[in-house]
Every structure is written in C-alpha cells, then in structure tokens.
C-alpha cells in the first residue's frame, strides 16, 4: 500500500432528527455509510470544498456554520503492522439552504437515518463516532481528535478515538 496523506471535509447534514448518509462505493470504506464529503481540492479553502462536495454528492446547497471538530485519522495495517494512511478530517456544522428531494449520486446511495438510532455496525467507525461524541454533543470550542482505524483486509475497526 502507498502511504498517503489528504485533507478531507464532512459535514453531517441533519433535519428533523433525521441524518442523511451516504453508501459508499469505493476504497477505503465500500459498501458502508458515511457522512457526506470527500479530499480538498489544491488550492481550495475548506468551506469551498465542502460545499462542493455536499452539492456534489446530495445536490444540497448548503451554508457553512463553522468547524465541530479537527480530526487526525490514521489507517493501520494490522497484517503488516505500519501507518499506510493518513487524514486531517474538517468536520463542519453547516445548514441546508434548499431541503429539497436529494439526488441520485453518482458517489453512493443516499439515505435519511434516524440520528439517534444508527446502525453502527454498517456505518464507517469514524463516522459512527463523529457523530456520537461531536454532532450530538456539541461543545462551544473546536476540540481536536487522534483517532486511528486498524484495516485487515476490508474490514475496519476503531483502535481508538
């Protein structure tokens, strides 16, 4: 594996206790849902990245609130025993301008989940934990998290957080 660093924007995007998720079809994380989201572009400012990849994904125009939380994601392989990824995560409190019927991605299916009864074990560990201990508990501050995911073959887990 080639070891990689990017920086990722993700907003969790929420009304009526309701959060909407998105079926992800590609590497790492196929197959699970996810906040929506995805890598900067060179060059972009993290609000701008995040709007696109929102109106990418959903075709939601969104307003970007302010930033929850800095994460700094870590991938371990734990057949080969070393660091092969790595992700500084902006995660955006945001609102949506135009709560209309979402689109079909091309990114994943989309899907409304009740926001205090996820399946946790059909949503990214991150993810799951993001919105557990930073969306429905909100604190006034910007907090910073070191979390890291063991990967053993396609399967991810949370070492910790």
Not at 2 to 12: D, E, F, G, R, T
Not at 33 to 49: R, S
């Amino acid at each position: 594996m080639s070891k990689q660093l990017l920086n990722i924007v993700v907003a969790p995007l929420i009304l009526k206790d309701k959060i909407l998720l998105i079926k992800r079809t590609k590497q790492p994380f196929i197959n699970m849902w996810g906040m929506p989201g995805g890598k900067m572009e060179f060059g972009e400012q993290i609000d701008d990245a995040i709007k696109r990849e929102i109106l990418e994904e959903t075709g939601l125009d969104i307003e970007v609130k302010e930033v929850l939380a800095v994460l700094n994601e870590i991938f371990f392989d734990v057949k080969k025993k070393e660091d092969y990824w790595q992700a500084i995560i902006f995660l955006f409190g945001v609102k949506i301008k135009n709560p209309v019927k979402i689109k079909k991605s091309a990114e994943g299916e989309l899907k409304w989940f009740d926001l205090h009864s996820l399946p946790q074990e059909e949503v990214i560990p991150s993810d799951y934990q993001m919105i557990q201990q930073i969306v429905l508990q909100p604190e006034t501050s910007i907090s910073f998290y070191k979390l890291r995911i063991l990967a053993e073959d396609d399967k991810f887990s949370l070492d910790y957080f």
